[in-house]
């Protein structure tokens, strides 16, 4: 006896997609039958025994591209780190060196001024945190699926969702049309802010993605606060003069 069972698929776009992950499948000693389709791009399979989507993300690895969506990231509370000084310490330290670039520039510019630091801190703040996301884009987008609405609903924006910060980043840093960037920035981090405060209100264990696979953090308040500080001075930014 045999288990149907249907799995999306992400990476496919022709053919060849469709032979190639077809044939993988069969060669699989507990798939007894594999239906594999572009349009959508999923599978149908009969199974032996019931596989996770890690199990077929495994099978599928020696392929390359070709992945399941796994669309719930929920861990125990053991495989997270407590959410202390020491767990965030990858934060304070990125915090600390923005400081210091603000301060440089200070001494610099003859003098503080309050649009200028806002300006470098946002745009260090999305450019580091967009170099770490890009480091693992997949296991980021798998990671940002399990809790963003919009990654929920649309798994391409998890792999988008990097470059939209380095853009950003990078527009602050240039000081190239504020306003466009200080509303955008608004909107991003207003529906990221969305999905981070259900995950945290949830009580599950749900890993931050904030800073990618690279650096294991907890999803909590500090989340919060992070994408909450990048809103609030967005609309400080809109209403002071430039």
Same mark, same amino acid.
């Given at each position: 006896?045999?288990?149907?069972?249907?799995?999306?698929? +992400?990476?496919?776009?022709?053919?060849?997609?469709?032979?190639?992950?077809?044939? #993988?499948? &069969?060669? !699989?000693?507990?798939?007894?039958?594999?239906?594999?389709?572009?349009?959508?791009?999923?599978?149908?399979? &009969?199974?032996?025994?019931?596989?996770?989507?890690?199990?077929?993300?495994?099978?599928?690895?020696?392929?390359?591209?070709?992945?399941?969506?796994? +669309?719930?990231?929920?861990?125990?509370?053991?495989? /997270?780190?407590?959410?202390?000084?020491? +767990?965030? #310490?990858? /934060?304070?330290?990125?915090?600390?060196?923005?400081?210091?670039?603000?301060?440089?520039?200070?001494?610099?510019?003859?003098?503080?001024?309050?649009?200028?630091?806002?300006?470098?801190?946002?745009?260090?703040?999305?450019?580091?945190?967009?170099?770490?996301?890009? =480091?693992?884009?997949?296991?980021?987008?798998?990671?940002?699926?399990?809790?963003? =609405?919009?990654?929920?609903?649309?798994?391409?924006?998890?792999?988008?969702?990097?470059?939209?910060?380095?853009?950003?980043?990078?527009?602050?840093?240039?000081?190239?049309?504020?306003?466009?960037?200080?509303?955008?920035?608004?909107?991003?981090?207003?529906?990221? =802010?969305?999905?981070?405060?259900?995950?945290?209100?949830?009580? &599950?264990?749900?890993?931050?993605?904030?800073?990618?696979?690279?650096?294991?953090?907890?999803?909590? +308040?500090?989340?919060?606060?992070?994408?909450?500080?990048?809103?609030?001075?967005?609309?400080?930014?809109?209403?002071?003069? !430039?």
């Amino acid at each position: 006896m045999t288990l149907p069972q249907t799995f999306p698929l +992400t990476g496919m776009s022709c053919g060849s997609c469709v032979g190639k992950v077809t044939k #993988r499948l &069969q060669e !699989h000693p507990d798939i007894a039958e594999a239906e594999v389709t572009l349009q959508p791009p999923q599978m149908r399979i &009969q199974t032996r025994a019931a596989l996770s989507e890690a199990d077929i993300n495994e099978w599928l690895k020696p392929l390359g591209k070709y992945r399941v969506p796994v +669309t719930e990231q929920a861990s125990s509370p053991d495989d /997270l780190p407590k959410k202390d000084a020491q +767990t965030y #310490r990858p /934060l304070i330290i990125l915090l600390a060196y923005l400081l210091l670039v603000i301060t440089a520039a200070s001494i610099m510019h003859g003098g503080f001024e309050l649009s200028m630091a806002m300006r470098l801190f946002m745009g260090g703040f999305f450019v580091a945190f967009s170099f770490f996301k890009m =480091l693992d884009l997949r296991g980021f987008s798998d990671a940002y699926r399990s809790y963003d =609405l919009v990654a929920k609903a649309v798994p391409a924006y998890g792999f988008v969702y990097p470059f939209i910060e380095l853009g950003l980043g990078l527009g602050y840093i240039a000081d190239w049309q504020p306003f466009w960037i200080n509303l955008t920035t608004i909107v991003v981090m207003g529906v990221s =802010l969305i999905g981070v405060l259900k995950a945290v209100m949830s009580k &599950q264990a749900i890993r931050c993605a904030c800073l990618g696979t690279v650096f294991n953090l907890p999803m909590s +308040t500090v989340t919060i606060v992070e994408d909450g500080l990048m809103i609030g001075m967005a609309i400080v930014a809109l209403v002071l003069p !430039h």
